[in-house]
């Protein structure tokens, strides 16, 4: 069964800008609302849409993701590129490409702003 992602592709550009190819934002944003859930989950806690502060920060984070794993650059950068560097003279350009696309990753400040981030437990041995 589909459902809606967390956020919209009008959200989306509000904060990023327009995209070329709406239909692979759209992916992305469904990829990225699914890594959520499994996060979640995976901390035994369930989205909560209905909740407006929640729905707001399900909205953020899945925004943030997915710029992470959208395609960026211009006409001279390729599809993916994450850094460009051009140099007129001697006629140097370089470009940094990421690793390939795969499951979005939830970045340490995403999971507090859902408030499944941070806490840890460990005990030593003092001798």
Do not use: W
Not at 36 to 47: F, K, P, S, V, Y
Not at 71 to 90: C, K, N, Y
Not at 104 to 127: F, H, S, V, W, Y
Request: overall charge negative.
């Amino acid at each position: 069964m589909a459902r809606d992602s967390y956020c919209t592709t009008d959200e989306y550009e509000v904060r990023y800008g327009e995209v070329d190819d709406v239909s692979m934002l759209q992916e992305c944003l469904d990829d990225c609302s699914a890594a959520i859930d499994m996060e979640l989950a995976r901390h035994g806690r369930a989205a909560d849409p209905s909740d407006e502060d929640m729905a707001d920060r399900l909205m953020r984070v899945c925004r943030s993701m997915a710029n992470r794993v959208m395609p960026s650059g211009g006409a001279d950068v390729p599809v993916g590129a994450t850094q460009a560097t051009v140099t007129a003279g001697p006629y140097s350009q370089s470009f940094t490409l990421p690793t390939s696309y795969g499951t979005p990753k939830m970045l340490a400040p995403e999971l507090a702003l859902l408030g499944i981030g941070g806490a840890r437990i460990g005990c030593g041995q003092m001798a």
